[in-house]
């Protein structure tokens, strides 16, 4: 919902609302209103999923066969990664939810949180662990399908540079410690400034990856690209979070009104906000306006014109919220406001799948190869190095996520140049343990079989031929610049 209520009490409430005490509110002591079946829960579940696999189809974010000799880690971590994305976006829109009840929607009049505040406390400590454990299986899926190995087969020395030398791995570290923080604390928490202080935790998690990777991280703007980002994501989990929040705790009579009220105004800010920031992310890693058939007919711009229009209908959503719904809850009828507000909920979760799906897809301008996991800043080449052999680095190229350098049975793969001193990242996919030695001595690296790791680019700008020791066979060229 967004909140656009700003009505006074005299306002009317609409034809035919009943204004008896609370006709609808059960008595004291009375059972509170029932929770959806399991069943419908699982239906909805599974109905994201579905368009969150649709949409990654439409978007071209679905996973494809490597080239021949490449190793790929299979199907079920190409698929179980946006799926535990999902899961994780989910995990964090319910902590921060939770917290922001707490914390603002319902912080109560004393020094002590209300009863529903610290219940959703306790709640919001479940929400911080699945998504802690979501972003671990997230990491761990990255990584595996980044070197093409299963999961189970991923070496620890992998596992290290990923999480030291590469953006995703770092950010995935601090969202971690994040959430069980959350997690540990947020079930003992009773005071509406503890709750605060864990909602600026749980936000920080939300704006780390946001700054350290995904399409935005390597736009040409940079810190306008991220902190656009960051606007956007801040704002589209307090929304969908506070509704979830509002619909779950806010039960009570005395407790869903005013806390229904301060939403009302929170949620036209995030509207506003993830409209406005959205709009402006996509103009910033599209290359501005106006978009012709190369962005709207792309698949990429299918799906933004999909989070597009569901914005469009959850302001219909709210508009109905204000002028009919809350009404009915200050006149004591919360049930079309609960009904309304569940399916206000399963448009708002499919629109948390496409934007998964969307992040997961190749933009337009993306034609170029692709920026280097663990190099900070770096621009997509704008042509091929003289004397390299760029060839098919499928199952390897995700995007920022990149291998620079690929080793397989036959030869040395450079998918494109590095700037200087930049982390420049290798992956062995074979079982022998190779070097990549420059020819002038500026670099000499061991990299065992069937791992991932980094080495510092040169400082100085150039074309950098290096060979292995193991064969004379392999050569290659870096470019610095």
């Not at 609409?14 to 609808?24: L, S």
């Not at 105004?265 to 402006?280: D, Q």
Request: contains cysteine.
């Amino acid at each position: 919902m967004t909140g656009m209520d700003r009505t006074v009490a005299s306002e009317r409430v609409p034809t035919g609302a009943v204004t008896a005490p609370f006709p609808e509110w059960p008595e004291a002591g009375a059972a509170r209103p029932p929770k959806p079946p399991a069943g419908v829960v699982v239906a909805v579940g599974l109905g994201i999923v579905a368009v969150l696999v649709l949409a990654l189809v439409v978007g071209g974010g679905r996973p494809t066969s490597g080239a021949p000799g490449l190793t790929q880690a299979g199907p079920l971590v190409d698929w179980g990664l946006p799926v535990a994305t999902l899961a994780g976006r989910i995990a964090a829109l319910g902590t921060v939810g939770t917290l922001l009840f707490a914390a603002v929607l319902l912080p109560g009049s004393g020094r002590t949180l209300p009863a529903a505040s610290r219940r959703a406390l306790r709640v919001a400590s479940g929400w911080a662990l699945a998504w802690a454990v979501s972003t671990v299986v997230g990491a761990l899926l990255t990584l595996s399908r980044l070197i093409g190995v299963p999961p189970a087969s991923v070496p620890a020395s992998s596992v290290g540079t990923f999480v030291t030398d590469l953006p995703a791995g770092r950010a995935a570290v601090v969202v971690t410690a994040a959430a069980v923080v959350l997690a540990l604390v947020a079930r003992r928490c009773t005071r509406a400034l503890g709750a605060a202080l864990l909602l600026a935790v749980a936000v920080t998690g939300l704006v780390v990856p946001a700054v350290l990777t995904g399409h935005s991280a390597a736009a040409d703007d940079h810190v306008l690209a991220v902190t656009t980002l960051s606007v956007h994501v801040v704002a589209a989990t307090a929304w969908i979070g506070g509704l979830l929040a509002l619909v779950v705790h806010g039960r009570n009579r005395e407790d869903l009104p005013p806390a229904a009220g301060r939403f009302s105004a929170l949620a036209l800010a995030c509207f506003v906000a993830s409209g406005a920031s959205g709009l402006l992310s996509a103009w910033l890693l599209v290359g501005g306006l106006p978009w012709g058939a190369d962005v709207l007919g792309s698949g990429y711009g299918w799906l933004l014109l999909g989070k597009t229009a569901a914005l469009v209908v959850l302001g219909a959503f709210g508009w109905h919220h204000r002028r009919r719904t809350l009404p009915l809850l200050r006149a004591g009828q919360p049930g079309a406001f609960r009904r309304f507000a569940a399916v206000e909920m399963v448009v708002m979760l499919a629109t948390v799948a496409l934007a998964v799906a969307l992040a997961a897809s190749p933009p337009p301008a993306a034609g170029a190869p692709p920026a280097q996991a663990g190099v900070t800043g770096v621009q997509p080449a704008a042509s091929t190095p003289p004397t390299s052999a760029v060839e098919d680095m499928s199952g390897h190229d995700h995007g920022e996520l990149s291998v620079a350098v690929l080793i397989d049975e036959t030869r040395f793969h450079v998918s494109a140049p590095v700037p200087p001193g930049a982390r420049v990242t290798v992956h062995n996919s074979t079982r022998t343990e190779v070097t990549i030695t420059a020819d002038d001595g500026s670099f000499d690296v061991v990299v065992p079989g069937r791992t991932l790791t980094t080495f510092p680019a040169p400082e100085e700008p150039g074309t950098y031929p290096f060979t292995s020791r193991h064969s004379t066979s392999f050569a290659d060229v870096l470019v610095v610049r």
